[in-house]
């Protein structure tokens, strides 16, 4: 058949000879003609069929039940039909159609399907009648008798056939005449595709079994080889080559972005600048490193190697073959060695100035002990009245703070022992800082906000003091112009929270803000990491927030940063509370379950993140939730929807317009909107003003879930 198809082809297409040799059925995909048409029939209820010259039906729809049922039944009637269908395709030109009104009395319309010159089939609308000449019952009735069919079954099929208005027909009819050149133009596409497949078939033919060696020679190596045909861009990859990346040879196609799809971004430009510069004649062969996914999501490095073959006039490549090794055990092997060399020497790091601590403050114990004993013994001669006791009482508390200094030596070096016990934060806080009020800048003003429950910890004093002395003294410097630092205590009571990373429990939080300098989210990641440091070389030593970072997690804690340039840091730290009958009595307060909702609330804040997540948890609570990634988007959301948002969760450092701007633009629109400031700064510092100017209420990140809920339903309830 395909012989018949490239001979109908090549020779002279207009010849009548040859139409026959043509069969439509092979041209063409009959399902997708037939969807076509019956997308196009449930559209339009207009009918239609396609036929090949032998009256064969490729695709039809919507044939009539007056047709099918008694004139295409009845021999006599038949006769009419096949009549009708010879009257309506002779002669037809290309191009054209024709409307006939065959003996039954039915009206069609045909057109002509060629390929390239060649009649090959044609295409009928179904049978109709024009709006403009309603069929003739009294015909039919006659009809029916002359035939002998049931006139009332055959009235109803009548009733049946669709009346349409020339118009309609003739925009049907544009629709089946584009179907028909798309048709022909698959028709004739797939018999020159015919041509080019056989062509191909006698090349396959000829190289077989200079393949078939090929190929077995590719898979005794383990190596991956391609050969790449620089002309054509098609790259042919040995079973190897794919087997190393975990996948089927069918599954890796032979083309060149079957290579580059796969390369790790990070070394494509690399990858590929190798290969281009020996394509140019800029180097004979390579040797070039990179990675490559693998089936199973894993990166896979490869060492890829290639040299050029043939070049044209210019010097460029005409093919290039080359291979490629996985070496991923070997790099596997150097970053492990590497990773063990950078723990070995941090550790090594730590240890040494765990012993330099350590030793220092065994021999400054040592010259505070005679220093101690000298003066004792200095004190005990002298009169209660004599002028050099204050002088004495002052020197023993500067020893009294040095032994303290050491204390924390020790600490960091761990050679000290712990000692917890039970501990009232506020008084912790309220001695540190009168200690730190007599060591830093007076410019710098400290303010207190301690919780009225008198929170307990399990903690030891000393390193608590420590915590609180190294935050505090990291605010004063980030203030070297003055500023205020802000120190609060509360109780707060974590649930299964994924900010914090805490087990569910009561804590008592501990936060240390200033207005100073602030930090960005760079800086953010390191500033727990022993020996980092912001500070001039001789200002820090960079162990103030590791060794807080460490004694809070000794005590089973967690500790928060929030900062921005320009805006200030807080560090809240969360202590494991002491439960007992004062504190369960507090919990069982807070562990009612809140109150769900069906207020709408439009939350507005520009990290993604704290915004889905905080869209989940009210809407699990029963809210409608609408949300904002910054002042403006909120903005235009308020004017299209503020009459039905009840609330707005508002966060104060956003890029653009800022909240506060914000909720003062809001409160323009509508002076009762209900705002409530969700911020990491503190109520009483940097957020305080923006509460003073008509928010509802604040609630500070990282907030607990159940907080938030509370907070949410006390303001809407208000």
Same mark, same amino acid.
């Given at each position: 058949?395909?012989?018949?198809?490239?001979?109908?082809?090549? *020779?002279?297409?207009?010849?009548?000879?040859?139409?026959?040799?043509?069969?439509?059925?092979?041209?063409?995909?009959?399902?997708?003609?037939?969807?076509?048409?019956?997308?196009?029939?449930?559209?339009?209820?207009?009918?239609?069929?396609?036929?090949?010259?032998?009256?064969?039906?490729?695709?039809?729809?919507?044939?009539?039940?007056?047709?099918?049922?008694? &004139?295409?039944?009845?021999?006599?009637?038949?006769?009419?039909?096949?009549?009708?269908?010879?009257?309506?395709?002779?002669?037809?030109?290309?191009? *054209?159609?024709?409307?006939?009104?065959?003996?039954?009395?039915?009206?069609?319309?045909?057109?002509?399907?060629?390929v390239g010159k060649t009649h090959v089939g044609n295409l009928f609308s179904g049978q109709f009648f024009f709006e403009d000449e309603p069929p003739d019952i009294q015909v039919f009735q006659d009809q029916a008798r002359?035939?002998?069919?049931?006139?009332? +079954?055959?009235?109803?099929?009548?009733?049946?056939?669709?009346? #349409?208005?020339?118009?309609?027909?003739?925009?049907? $009819?544009?629709?089946?005449? /584009?179907?028909?050149?798309?048709?022909?133009? =698959?028709?004739?596409?797939?018999?020159?595709?015919? *041509?080019?497949?056989?062509?191909?078939?006698?090349?396959?033919?000829?190289?077989?079994?200079? +393949?078939?060696?090929?190929?077995?020679?590719?898979?005794?190596?383990?190596?991956?080889?391609?050969?790449?045909?620089?002309?054509?861009?098609?790259?042919?990859?040995?079973?190897?080559?794919?087997?190393?990346?975990?996948?089927?040879?069918?599954?890796?196609?032979?083309?060149?972005?079957?290579?580059?799809?796969?390369?790790?971004?990070?070394?494509?430009?690399?990858?590929?600048?190798?290969?281009?510069?020996?394509?140019?004649?800029?180097?004979?062969?390579?040797?070039?490193?990179?990675? $490559?996914?693998?089936?199973?999501?894993?990166?896979? #490095?490869?060492?890829?190697?290639?040299?050029?073959?043939? %070049?044209?006039?210019?010097?460029?490549?005409?093919?290039?073959?080359?291979?490629?090794?996985? =070496?991923?055990?070997?790099?596997?092997?150097?970053?492990?060695?590497?990773?063990?060399?950078?723990?070995?020497? /941090?550790?090594?790091?730590?240890?040494?100035?765990?012993?330099?601590?350590?030793?220092?403050?065994?021999?400054?114990?040592?010259?505070?002990?005679?220093? *101690?004993?000298?003066? &004792?013994?200095?004190?005990? @001669?002298?009169?209660?009245?004599?002028? @050099?006791?204050?002088?004495?009482?002052?020197?023993?508390?500067?020893?009294? %703070?040095?032994?303290?200094?050491?204390?924390?030596?020790?600490?960091?070096?761990?050679?000290?022992?712990?000692?917890?016990?039970?501990?009232?934060?506020?008084?912790?806080?309220?001695?540190?800082?009168?200690?730190?009020?007599?060591?830093?800048?007076?410019?710098?003003?400290?303010?207190?906000?301690?919780?009225?429950d008198n929170p307990l910890i399990d903690a030891d004093p000393v390193q608590v003091e420590q915590v609180i002395l190294n935050l505090g003294s990291n605010a004063a410097d980030a203030m070297s112009d003055g500023g205020?630092?802000?120190?609060?205590?509360?109780?707060?009571?974590?649930?299964? @929270?994924?900010?914090?990373?805490?087990?569910?429990?009561?804590?008592?939080?501990?936060?240390?803000? @200033?207005?100073?300098?602030?930090?960005?989210?760079?800086?953010?990641?390191?500033?727990?990491?022993?020996?980092?440091?912001?500070?001039?070389?001789?200002?820090?030593?960079?162990?103030?927030?590791?060794?807080?970072?460490?004694?809070?997690?000794?005590?089973?804690?967690?500790?928060?940063?929030?900062?921005?340039?320009?805006?200030?840091?807080?560090?809240?730290?969360?202590?494991?509370?002491?439960?007992?009958?004062?504190?369960?009595?507090?919990?069982?307060? !807070?562990? &009612?379950?809140?109150?769900?909702?069906?207020?709408?609330?439009?939350?507005?804040?520009?990290?993604?993140?704290?915004?889905?997540?905080?869209?989940?948890?009210?809407?699990? #609570?029963?809210?409608?939730?609408?949300?904002?990634?910054?002042?403006?988007?909120?903005?235009?959301?308020?004017?299209? &929807?503020?009459?039905?948002?009840?609330?707005?969760?508002?966060?104060?450092? !956003?890029?653009? $317009?800022?909240?506060?701007?914000?909720?003062?633009?809001?409160?323009?629109?509508?002076?009762?909107?209900?705002?409530?400031?969700?911020?990491?700064?503190?109520?009483?510092?940097?957020?305080?003003?923006?509460?003073?100017?008509?928010?509802?209420?604040?609630?500070?990140?990282?907030?607990?879930?159940?907080?938030?809920?509370?907070?949410?339903?006390?303001?809407?309830?208000?």
């Amino acid at each position: 058949m395909v012989k018949n198809h490239l001979s109908c082809q090549t *020779s002279n297409e207009s010849d009548p000879q040859q139409k026959n040799r043509i069969e439509l059925a092979r041209l063409i995909k009959q399902n997708d003609i037939q969807r076509l048409m019956d997308d196009f029939y449930k559209l339009t209820n207009i009918g239609g069929a396609l036929l090949d010259l032998k009256g064969n039906v490729i695709a039809s729809v919507g044939w009539q039940d007056i047709c099918t049922k008694f &004139h295409r039944a009845h021999p006599d009637t038949a006769k009419n039909c096949i009549e009708s269908d010879r009257a309506l395709t002779r002669n037809i030109k290309p191009g *054209s159609l024709r409307v006939y009104r065959c003996k039954n009395n039915m009206v069609d319309v045909a057109m002509p399907v060629m390929v390239g010159k060649t009649h090959v089939g044609n295409l009928f609308s179904g049978q109709f009648f024009f709006e403009d000449e309603p069929p003739d019952i009294q015909v039919f009735q006659d009809q029916a008798r002359q035939y002998g069919f049931d006139e009332n +079954e055959y009235l109803d099929a009548l009733s049946k056939v669709k009346l #349409w208005s020339r118009e309609t027909i003739e925009t049907a $009819m544009n629709f089946y005449a /584009h179907l028909a050149e798309v048709i022909s133009s =698959i028709g004739y596409a797939n018999l020159k595709l015919e *041509s080019v497949l056989e062509k191909q078939k006698q090349l396959i033919v000829k190289v077989s079994s200079s +393949e078939k060696r090929f190929a077995r020679a590719m898979e005794v190596t383990q190596d991956g080889l391609w050969d790449w045909d620089i002309t054509t861009n098609e790259v042919y990859y040995s079973p190897g080559y794919a087997q190393m990346l975990g996948y089927k040879s069918t599954e890796v196609p032979n083309h060149l972005n079957s290579w580059l799809d796969l390369i790790h971004p990070e070394d494509k430009e690399t990858a590929f600048k190798v290969n281009m510069d020996c394509i140019e004649n800029r180097c004979d062969s390579f040797s070039v490193e990179f990675r $490559m996914l693998a089936r199973d999501g894993n990166w896979v #490095w490869i060492n890829g190697r290639g040299k050029a073959f043939g %070049r044209d006039e210019n010097g460029r490549a005409l093919r290039m073959v080359g291979t490629h090794t996985n =070496i991923t055990e070997r790099k596997n092997a150097q970053e492990a060695q590497k990773k063990m060399q950078g723990q070995l020497i /941090h550790a090594q790091k730590m240890e040494s100035v765990g012993m330099l601590a350590g030793g220092i403050a065994h021999d400054f114990n040592n010259l505070l002990h005679a220093i *101690s004993g000298n003066i &004792h013994l200095i004190a005990r @001669d002298k009169p209660e009245d004599h002028p @050099d006791n204050m002088r004495i009482k002052s020197i023993n508390k500067s020893i009294e %703070r040095a032994g303290q200094l050491v204390s924390k030596l020790l600490v960091f070096s761990r050679k000290a022992e712990t000692h917890r016990k039970k501990l009232s934060l506020n008084r912790e806080v309220s001695e540190a800082a009168a200690m730190l009020e007599r060591t830093i800048p007076r410019m710098v003003n400290i303010e207190l906000k301690l919780g009225n429950d008198n929170p307990l910890i399990d903690a030891d004093p000393v390193q608590v003091e420590q915590v609180i002395l190294n935050l505090g003294s990291n605010a004063a410097d980030a203030m070297s112009d003055g500023g205020k630092m802000l120190i609060e205590t509360k109780k707060v009571q974590v649930g299964k @929270d994924r900010y914090l990373g805490l087990n569910p429990g009561d804590y008592v939080a501990l936060s240390v803000s @200033d207005t100073g300098t602030g930090m960005d989210k760079k800086t953010m990641q390191k500033i727990y990491e022993p020996f980092f440091t912001t500070k001039e070389v001789g200002q820090g030593t960079g162990l103030g927030l590791a060794s807080v970072y460490g004694v809070v997690k000794a005590h089973e804690g967690n500790i928060t940063c929030y900062s921005e340039p320009g805006q200030g840091t807080i560090f809240t730290i969360y202590w494991p509370a002491i439960s007992g009958s004062e504190a369960v009595e507090k919990v069982q307060d !807070m562990e &009612h379950e809140p109150v769900k909702g069906s207020e709408t609330i439009l939350i507005v804040d520009d990290e993604e993140e704290i915004r889905e997540l905080t869209k989940e948890i009210l809407e699990s #609570w029963g809210y409608d939730v609408l949300s904002a990634d910054s002042g403006e988007r909120a903005l235009h959301i308020y004017e299209q &929807h503020g009459k039905d948002i009840d609330l707005v969760i508002m966060d104060l450092n !956003m890029p653009g $317009m800022g909240g506060s701007q914000c909720m003062q633009l809001m409160l323009e629109q509508d002076p009762l909107v209900r705002i409530l400031i969700s911020s990491g700064y503190s109520a009483n510092g940097q957020a305080g003003k923006v509460l003073d100017s008509g928010a509802y209420g604040f609630i500070g990140k990282p907030y607990q879930l159940n907080e938030l809920i509370r907070k949410v339903r006390e303001i809407l309830d208000s």
